[in-house]
């Protein structure tokens, strides 16, 4: 193909028809044209009631037996007569800003193929979101019509879309395509190997597969596929393993290895990719999601355009609410040093699209990317080396971090993403994943805070430490505390602690009744209503302020310590909390308390013991004194120390130490 036929993001359509999933790839007749100032309330309101009700009986009538009646395969629309439909959604329209900020191109070309008469109208936006309709045509028959579009005025935000409108007969859409410009050529012509660590997920991860083999334009651009199977379930047994390997077409290569962590899948995948020599990028891929397969193609696309090598990420919606955006700029907060999202949270694309979100016309900037999704130069692996050995979390940031310091720019794409499961009904905090949050948070800050003896880290420690001690989450507190007490030991101790810290982490369970989930409804005590001090109700408590904050803290504090309990109150709970309810401001008014867990399988037992809390509460404080008190020290033996943990040669003793 020449360079000038370069497509750079093809327009698309759910591959199995799914309603759910409608709202990502085009926008209903009935949200078109809605335009709602800031200032009306009252038309806000009117208007939303109007996207509801319009993309209820959208998917209602587009609906029937063998999917969604206007959707012509995988790349084509029909509309009846009179209708329009507008392509300004998340994976159709183009997102301008990024392609300006960080590629050598200065504008795209938009073609498009229709069939029958009616209209093609192109929009632009800026990062404001104010819309603007820049171009159209009309067409009749069998046309092909090209746009050429400009980037000015995209230096801060901005997305091009298209929208048809039909005329006295039906307006087929053939087919889409974003063009680079005449010309234009790709600082590379990259492909890549899809890496993919599993652990116990074979009906996910065998779906997922398949996914990838199926879209037979995008397995052209890959030239390999690896599985790194760490589970005690193996793949190569599940039931639709032979599906998957059949529609990958020879490109599969499964390797089992024993179980180190995110971290160690995602870096034996990187030194594989690095030795065989074929792929210019590598694409991590979680094993627990669905993906758009043309997300993959996009973001190979972009990357090989970037003006530089660039880590590129792909962003996570919910796969069992498909319309739900879980996260799209992702960064650290420096001070306490904590990840978290730079744009509003849990977006919900089915009430509001592209048209009607103005902070998604933004460009966001971020500091990294997770690696459910994200594709990295192999000569930014070659030149930084693999992960952190820290099994999981925050592996996929500190790499970001890392590379940064080298030059190279972490970008999250719009329009290239998967379907995850939902961490909304999880919460990794409070089991054995603490020690883990917890280790590799600080190894991270000592390695890139920019903060003098880390800033509010180890106040934010504290506060999270006084938090779970007042909850009597006493096993999560000696997580944390055990996870300071390993950072201390140094940095050479990280790759062989991977091999059995899990196992240590879980046996610290013994002791702690509310490291026990009670899953047996049965096992969970019930007691008549007139014994019960509390149960869930679902009422708001917005917790204390101000001097009353204080106040209460002191007594609760004061009360944790040092007062007995109730008698029996370690084996007969004063009341069951749904997880909702289970705020660390209503948690400790009980001497015990059944709290149900996130995603409501089961519930633990959370029982006072005042010489536990006065025992952690001392070593939270004196443990993250030590820490800030020789962060200096600490923070430059974990730097001088990373180049030689993360480099291909210290992961390839670890993953092969029977060779060494």
């Not at 960064?331 to 744009?343: D, E, K, L, R, V």
Request: aromatic share 10%; charged share 25%; glycine share 8%.
């Amino acid at each position: 193909m020449s360079t000038d036929q370069t497509v750079l993001q093809r327009v698309i359509f759910p591959e199995h028809g799914d309603p759910q999933a409608l709202p990502l790839f085009l926008d209903p007749e009935t949200w078109s044209w809605a335009y709602i100032p800031d200032d009306e309330q009252d038309q806000l309101a009117k208007i939303r009631g109007v996207f509801t009700e319009g993309h209820n009986k959208l998917a209602t009538r587009l609906t029937n037996k063998t999917g969604l009646s206007w959707l012509r395969g995988r790349r084509g629309i029909e509309l009846p007569s009179f209708k329009t439909v507008s392509f300004a959604s998340y994976f159709n329209a183009f997102p301008a800003s990024y392609w300006n900020a960080w590629t050598n191109l200065d504008g795209v070309r938009l073609r498009v193929r229709t069939n029958g008469p009616g209209r093609i109208l192109v929009f632009r936006s800026n990062a404001r979101g104010v819309i603007q309709r820049i171009d159209s045509a009309e067409v009749t028959g069998e046309t092909t019509t090209e746009f050429e579009l400009s980037f000015a005025s995209f230096l801060d935000g901005g997305w091009l879309w298209f929208d048809l409108v039909a005329g006295d007969a039906p307006f087929e859409l053939v087919q889409a395509d974003w063009l680079a410009p005449e010309g234009a050529a790709p600082r590379v012509h990259g492909t890549a190997t899809v890496s993919i660590t599993t652990l116990n997920r074979g009906d996910y991860c065998t779906t997922l597969l398949r996914e990838i083999g199926e879209d037979k334009t995008v397995l052209a651009s890959l030239d390999r596929v690896l599985v790194v199977d760490q589970g005690s379930e193996k793949i190569r047994e599940n039931a639709g393993y032979a599906a998957a390997e059949q529609s990958l077409e020879g490109k599969l290569r499964l390797i089992e290895q024993a179980n180190l962590g995110g971290s160690g899948g995602f870096s034996r995948g990187m030194l594989e990719t690095s030795r065989a020599g074929e792929s210019d990028y590598i694409v991590l891929l979680d094993d627990d999601v669905e993906i758009e397969p043309e997300s993959l193609l996009r973001a190979l696309t972009f990357a090989n355009f970037c003006v530089e090598p660039t880590i590129v990420g792909g962003h996570m919606f919910d796969m069992y609410d498909k319309a739900k955006l879980h996260a799209y700029a992702e960064g650290i907060h420096w001070s306490p040093f904590m990840w978290g999202p730079f744009t509003p949270g849990r977006h919900d694309f089915g009430e509001s699209n592209l048209r009607q979100t103005a902070w998604l016309h933004r460009r966001f900037d971020v500091d990294y990317n997770g690696w459910w999704m994200s594709l990295i130069p192999v000569s930014v692996i070659n030149e930084i080396g693999a992960s952190l050995p820290v099994f999981i979390k925050w592996d996929d940031a500190e790499y970001s971090l890392r590379a940064r310091e080298h030059g190279v720019a972490t970008v999250s794409l719009p329009g290239a993403a998967v379907w995850h499961v939902s961490w909304v009904d999880k919460d990794d905090s409070h089991d054995w994943q603490a020690f883990f949050h917890a280790r590799n948070r600080l190894v991270a800050a000592l390695l890139h805070s920019p903060e003098p003896r880390g800033g509010r880290l180890s106040r934010s420690n504290l506060a999270g430490d006084v938090k779970n001690l007042l909850t009597m989450d006493y096993y999560t507190v000696a997580m944390r505390h055990e996870a300071i007490r390993n950072v201390l030991e140094g940095p050479e101790q990280l790759h062989t602690d991977m091999r059995d810290r899990l196992a240590r982490v879980r046996a610290m369970a013994e002791g702690f009744t509310e490291a026990k989930v009670i899953r047996d409804t049965t096992q969970i005590p019930h007691f008549p209503a007139r014994e019960i001090m509390a149960v869930t109700t679902g009422r708001s408590n917005p917790g204390p302020h101000g001097f009353a904050f204080a106040r209460w803290m002191w007594s609760q504090v004061f009360r944790h310590a040092f007062r007995a309990p109730a008698a029996g109150a370690d084996s007969r709970p004063q009341a069951h909390l749904s997880f909702q309810d289970a705020r660390w401001f209503e948690v400790p008014n009980y001497d015990s308390v059944l709290v149900s867990n996130a995603e409501g399988s089961g519930a633990t037992l959370h029982a006072r013991r005042p010489p536990m809390f006065r025992k952690l509460l001392r070593d939270s404080i004196r443990l993250n004194r030590a820490y800030r008190r020789r962060w200096t020290e600490l923070s430059g033996e974990y730097r001088q120390a990373l180049p030689g943990i993360t480099s291909l040669e210290r992961w390839e003793q670890s993953l092969f130490p029977d060779q060494q």
